[in-house]
């Protein structure tokens, strides 16, 4: 039996449904869904005073609801429900808190919303997403665009579209702090398995958030990140890594991610070979978009690549 991996982060261990101020104006309550892909749980946050915001309310889970509604001061009440993207340890919660509360949930769009058309391709052809689970039936009352500004009374953030981990992913800028659900982590690398992540995008979006000077991270799993352009630089260089990697495996005889993956990934368990799979398939999308790999027909799961010369 392989040994576990060590724990990551071992001094993050808050309580689930135990509310913790993190910053003036701003609490975080973790949801009870530990899990290999979710560390601790999901973090749900509270944004202000009196007229509040509740950030990624979570997973179905009636008793992280009702952690959440008590985390409320007396006189408290949600004014907005704002969700990152539409996995189900983050957003299946935001209609159950509507129904109680009053309050619109806002989101870039539905499950499908913001992918790219190559991963539009792929999901029509029936690829099923990875991960932490699709919440297929989730909609918002309010489609935020990029750039768009929400206000309660006492709190303003900036929604940022931020595709990669997930096609409708949003991050909120609040002042010189995001909220970055799945896209930037302390703990872990982020998960980007298509259809649902898509490797081109997900450079793009860590790009854009370096390109701008921020004090803090609060991430949708773990503690949040104190370093934020460290942190960017070794997700944006561990990417690059692997795709040296890839290209380095890739020869004149075409290879799919199964086969690329068995090369590369030598030291890892066998029973996480799949997952190192849909890792590489997602490098190989990336790669062909810009012309450094050509697929034998239709890009696919399946398919067999060759570096291009």
């Known amino acids: 039996m392989p040994a576990m991996p060590?724990?990551?982060?071992?001094?993050?261990?808050?309580?689930?449904?135990?509310?913790?101020?993190?910053?003036?104006?701003?609490?975080?309550?973790?949801?009870?869904?530990?899990?290999?892909?979710?560390?601790?749980?999901?973090?749900?946050?509270?944004l202000g005073e009196g007229e509040v915001a509740v950030i990624d309310p979570g997973p179905a889970d009636p008793a992280h609801l009702e952690a959440l509604l008590a985390a409320l001061a007396p006189g408290e009440r949600v004014t907005h429900i704002l969700v990152t993207h539409a996995h189900l340890d983050h957003s299946p919660l935001a209609r159950p808190l509507s129904e109680?509360?009053?309050?619109?949930?806002?989101?870039?769009?539905?499950?499908?919303?913001?992918?790219?058309?190559?991963?539009?391709?792929?999901a029509r052809s029936g690829m099923a997403g990875g991960g932490e689970g699709v919440d297929a039936a989730f909609a918002p009352d309010e489609r935020l665009a990029d750039g768009t500004v929400v206000a309660g009374r006492d709190?303003?953030?900036?929604?940022?579209?931020?595709?990669g981990h997930f096609g409708n992913h949003l991050s909120f800028a609040w002042g010189d702090a995001v909220f970055t659900g799945d896209l930037v982590m302390g703990w872990a690398s982020s998960l980007v398995s298509p259809p649902d992540g898509d490797l081109t995008d997900f450079m793009a979006s860590c790009e854009r958030l370096a390109a701008r000077d921020w004090r803090v991270f609060h991430p949708g799993h773990g503690a949040p990140v104190?370093?934020?352009?460290?942190?960017?630089?070794?997700?944006?260089?561990?990417?690059?890594?692997?795709?040296a990697q890839i290209l380095s495996a890739l020869g004149s005889e075409p290879r799919d991610s199964t086969e690329l993956a068995a090369l590369i990934y030598t030291d890892t368990d066998p029973a996480l070979l799949p997952a190192a799979s849909r890792n590489v398939f997602a490098h190989l999308v990336d790669l062909a978009g810009r012309g450094l790999a050509l697929p034998e027909g239709p890009i696919a799961a399946t398919a067999r690549f060759r570096r291009a010369d």
């Open 226 to 243: 104190e370093a934020p352009a460290g942190r960017l630089a070794w997700l944006l260089e561990h990417r690059r890594g692997r795709e």
């Open 6 to 46: 060590p724990d990551p982060d071992p001094t993050f261990r808050p309580e689930p449904g135990r509310p913790e101020r993190l910053a003036p104006g701003l609490r975080r309550v973790l949801a009870p869904n530990a899990s290999p892909m979710t560390f601790r749980g999901t973090n749900s946050y509270i």
């Open 100 to 122: 109680r509360t009053g309050a619109p949930v806002l989101a870039h769009g539905d499950a499908g919303a913001g992918r790219s058309e190559v991963m539009e391709a792929l």
């Open 155 to 163: 709190w303003q953030v900036e929604a940022l579209h931020t595709p």
